[in-house]
């Protein structure tokens, strides 16, 4: 009992320094600018020398660098996003492209280098460029309600751990994250290329680290991919006992 004591108390502490955010970039904080033309006019010219070598001239992901990357780069005709504040389906808010396209994306097969040396108009530019190629210009979308975030306790870290297991988290995520779940080896994105559950352990994650953001990955899930929204299945409480226990399964 006593050494259970000491690994929760353990764990608790390690959920709290990660939930603090230790490896937050750059927050990508700017106000929203409008689609100008001169505005999308930058943003083309900027697309046009940073982001077609993967992302394609026409934006389909057809760029020649597909073939040295594992994730293929999004075909942003299709308007699918995983990192999104947004419910599942819905197409994300312009600043969730402008956190992605300043701090990139990192780990489990994604290499896509952040920008934010890019000036704020050539990054809001390219946001309202990509959202065009999309044919989404349109669309208003509306962010899901994130409760704040409560404390971290035993008991709460305890329900995280019974919640993790009631949604099946460990059928591809594996019961210690290491990704390793038994459906792991057989998961297919939309585009029906094999895809694999990310390794919780390492602790890097696309949509960056802090409880605020994994509290938004595993309501609204990673569309385009296997990983699913669970804004239906699990209460606002619950879904942030399980960020924390997420957290907590990061190997320090
Ligand atoms: C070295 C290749 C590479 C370059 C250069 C690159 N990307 Fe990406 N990008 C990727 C890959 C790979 C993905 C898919 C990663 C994944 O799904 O895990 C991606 C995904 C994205 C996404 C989708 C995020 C989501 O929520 O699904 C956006 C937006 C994006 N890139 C914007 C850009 C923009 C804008 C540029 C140019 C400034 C750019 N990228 C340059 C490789 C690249
Ligand atoms: C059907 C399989 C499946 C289930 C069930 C599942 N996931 Fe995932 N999850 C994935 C896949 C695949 C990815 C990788 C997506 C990527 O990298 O593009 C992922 C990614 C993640 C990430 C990383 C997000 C990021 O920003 O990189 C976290 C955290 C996560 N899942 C937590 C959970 C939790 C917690 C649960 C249960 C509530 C869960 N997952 C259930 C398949 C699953």
Not at 57 to 83: M, V
Not at 178 to 194: C, F, H, R, V, Y
Not at 241 to 252: C, G, I, M, Q, R
Request: glycine share 10%; charged share 25%.
């Amino acid at each position: 009992m006593k050494t259970f004591m000491t690994t929760t108390a353990l764990s608790v502490a390690g959920a709290a320094v990660l939930a603090m955010g230790i490896s937050e970039q750059s927050l990508a904080q700017s106000a929203v600018q409008e689609a100008t033309d001169e505005l999308l006019a930058l943003g083309e010219k900027t697309y046009m020398r940073e982001c077609v070598a993967c992302h394609g001239a026409e934006g389909d992901g057809e760029g020649p660098g597909k073939y040295i990357l594992s994730e293929k780069p999004r075909n942003f005709q299709l308007a699918t996003y995983k990192f999104r504040s947004t419910p599942s389906g819905d197409v994300p808010l312009p600043e969730d492209l402008f956190k992605t396209i300043t701090n990139g994306l990192q780990g489990n097969g994604a290499a896509m280098p952040a920008f934010a040396s890019l000036s704020e108009d050539e990054r809001w530019g390219l946001v309202h460029y990509i959202i065009q190629l999309g044919g989404i210009e349109d669309e208003e979308p509306e962010a899901i309600e994130v409760p704040a975030e409560p404390e971290i306790t035993e008991a709460r870290l305890a329900n995280g751990a019974d919640v993790y297991n009631r949604l099946k988290c460990a059928t591809c995520h594996g019961d210690d994250g290491w990704g390793d779940g038994p459906s792991s080896l057989t998961l297919k994105n939309d585009a029906k290329e094999q895809v694999y559950p990310t390794n919780i352990a390492i602790g890097i994650f696309k949509g960056g680290t802090s409880g605020v953001e994994l509290y938004k990955r595993i309501a609204t899930g990673l569309d385009g991919s296997p990983m699913p929204s669970y804004a239906d299945e699990a209460s606002p409480d619950e879904i942030w006992d399980v960020v924390h226990y997420t957290l907590s399964l990061v190997e320090k």
